[in-house]
C-alpha cells in the first residue's frame, strides 16, 4: 500500500434472519424497537449516564435484536460508524463482501456499533437524513467508511456536506475533497496481460464494466498488450467488451470474445467472471484448456469454484484495518483531520483456471 500527498457468524457482527440481505438499522429503528423517543436513543447512544437505567435496559434489549448489540461491554458505545455499500441487484456479485465482513467484524471487536447500510438511488436523501438528522444538530453516527461508487458515492457527498469524518473505498479517484482508498486495479491489469502472455497467450480479451473506470482500464490493457507482444494493439488485436453488471452480460461477453478467437480473457468484475463460465458450459468449452481466464478483483470463492479461479486480488485484511484506523484518527480530532490519499496494488494469485493454450 504506497501513500500519495494529498459477518454473520463473527462475534458481534449483524445476523439478521434473511441471511441474503442486510439491512440498514437507524435511529428510528432503534427507538421503534425499544419503545421510547428517537431523543431518548440519540442520548442513550451517546452518554448512556443521561438516561434512566429503564430506558437503558430496553435501548440495549433493542439493540441486540436488531443484531447491533455486540454483547460486549462496550455495545452501547458513544461512536457509530456507517458502513455503507451500493445496493446489489437480485443475480449479481458485490465485489465488496468480503471487505464489508472485515470491516464489520473489526469495528465491532474496538467497541464501535457499525450501522450498516446499503445505498440505492431511491434512497440517498432519506438515508442522508437518517444517518445526519436535521441539518443544525449533531449527526446520529460519528463517522463513516463507504465502500464503492454509485449511490454509495452520492451518500457520500452529502455527508461530506455536513463535514462528517469518512474515507471512502473505491476503485477511481475522484476531485471531491474525501478522504480515500483506492483499489487501483490498472496495475493488475497489466500483471494479468504479462501472465497470460507468459503462459504463450497471444489472443488476450478484456471483459470491464461499463462504469466510470472502464476507460482508463482499457487504455492500460492496450498499453501493455502493445509493449508485451509488440503489436500496436488495435481494437482488432487486444479484443475489448464493455458489459454491463450482472451474470448474462458476462455470458455475451464471453460469447463475443470467442467469436473473436480469444485462448484468454481477463475479467474486470466478479459477474462477468460468473458470465464467462456460464458461457464456456453452454458451449461445452473445456476450462481451462481450452480457454483461460483471470479476474482482476475479488471473486467469493474463487478457491473452490471448477476450475478454481486465477485472479489479481488485494489484501482486504490491511485495507479494512488502513480505512478503520483512518477514520477513527478523523472521528478522534475532525478539526486537525488532513485528507489523506491511499492507492492499493493487488497481487497475483496463481489457481487453475489459467493454462497454457491449448489447439480449440
Known sequence: MSQTPGAPGTPGAPNPQDSGSRKHVGLADIAGAAGVSKATASRALRNPESVSSGSMAKIKQALAIL??????????SREMVA?????????????????????????????IAAVHVEAASNRVDALAESLLGPVGSDPHIQGAIVLGGGPAGELAAKLAAR????????????????????????????????????????RIGLAVLRDSAAAARIAVFRKAMANVLHIPATRDQAPVIEAAGGTMAGVSAADELLRQQCTAVIACAP???FGILEAAARTRLDMPRDLSLLTVGDVPDADVIAPPLSQVSYDWEAVAVSAL?????????????VRIDYSVTPDLVL??????????
Do not use: W
Open 83 to 111: 458502513l455503507v455499500r451500493p445496493s446489489v441487484t437480485a443475480g449479481d456479485v458485490d465485489p465488496y463482501a468480503r471487505l464489508f465482513d472485515i470491516l464489520t467484524s473489526k469495528i465491532f471487536a474496538q467497541g
Open 163 to 202: 463535514s462528517l469524518p469518512q474515507i471512502r473505498v473505491s476503485n477511481a479517484r475522484h476531485e471531491d475533497g474525501i478522504s480515500r482508498i483506492v483499489l487501483d486495479a490498472t496495475d493488475g491489469i497489466t500483471t494479468a496481460v504479462q501472465h497470460l502472455v507468459h503462459l504463450g497467450h497471444r
Open 325 to 337: 484506523t483512518e477514520v477513527r484518527g478523523m472521528m478522534a480530532d475532525p478539526a486537525e483531520a
Open 67 to 76: 443484531g447491533v448489540d455486540s454483547r460486549a461491554p462496550h455495545a452501547t
Open 351 to 360: 489457481r487453475a483456471s489459467a493454462v497454457p493454450p491449448q489447439r480449440r
Open 271 to 273: 459477474s462477468l467472471s
